[in-house]
């Protein structure tokens, strides 16, 4: 069946460090795949998406590469900043159905 | 354009009442979800609708039950509340392409 597992957290950086966020997935088919973030208090908003292997989805700094022979769809930002705290959730999708990882909290300190 | 809203935003329930979460979106969408979301284990699809007219169950279906009215509004029924469905509720649609849209969710707690 499809899943998807994410980097446990909780994740702390300080302002203008590295991010990179794993996530892997199993799927039949032909899956898009998604990066969404969560802000406290808040529903999730779509951050970047990628629909086929070998594409790179980027928004606000952040990108995600589809790997297909490695599963992966890693979630990387050069330079965070304090606004990027939040908890960010890796998702598949397929068909009518929409599988999501655990989430993981990052926390960008000043 | 509103995208998607839930009502109510929080509420309180004792074991055995029974509540609607209400759920519409103005963005056209055929497909429309409700998920749970409880720490440490993401979001979880309880039931899903993918056009009017039609529902299908999703990871955790019992004790819940949907109506699609129509296709704005998607609505989610506790016929019994137990204290294992303290959750927070997030009502989505979805685009063709396979973006979906939340709302802001609803917090239940059940005692």
């Known amino acids: 069946g499809n899943s998807v597992t994410q980097m446990e957290g909780p994740v702390t950086l300080s302002e203008e460090a590295f991010l990179t966020i794993n996530c892997t997935y199993t799927a039949t088919g032909y899956p898009s795949l998604f990066w969404y973030v969560q802000y406290p208090g808040e529903g999730l908003q779509l951050l970047l998406k990628a629909t086929k292997a070998d594409d790179k989805g980027s928004n606000k700094g952040f990108e995600a590469t589809y790997r297909k022979e490695t599963t992966s769809f890693h979630l990387e930002k050069g330079s965070v900043q304090v606004s990027d705290s939040a908890v960010y959730f890796c998702a598949l999708g397929g068909g009518n159905q929409f599988y999501f990882g655990t989430g993981t909290s990052l926390t960008v300190i000043p | 354009n509103a995208g998607v809203t839930q009502t109510p935003k929080f509420q309180v329930l004792k074991t055995g009442q029974s509540m609607t979460l209400q759920c519409a979106q103005d963005?056209?969408?055929?497909?429309m979800y409700w998920y749970r979301q409880d720490p440490g284990m993401g979001l979880r699809l309880i039931y899903y609708?993918?056009?009017?007219?039609?529902?299908d169950k999703g990871e955790v279906p019992n004790g819940y039950n949907v109506s699609r009215l129509n296709k704005r509004e998607f609505s989610l029924r506790l016929e019994s509340a137990a204290p294992s469905q303290t959750s927070v509720y997030f009502c989505?649609?979805?685009?063709?392409?396979?973006?979906?849209?939340f709302g802001p969710g609803t917090r239940l707690l059940v005692l």
């Open positions: 989505a649609s979805t685009t063709e392409g396979g973006t979906q849209y």
């Open positions: 963005m056209n969408h055929n497909s």
């Open positions: 609708s993918a056009s009017e007219g039609t529902t």
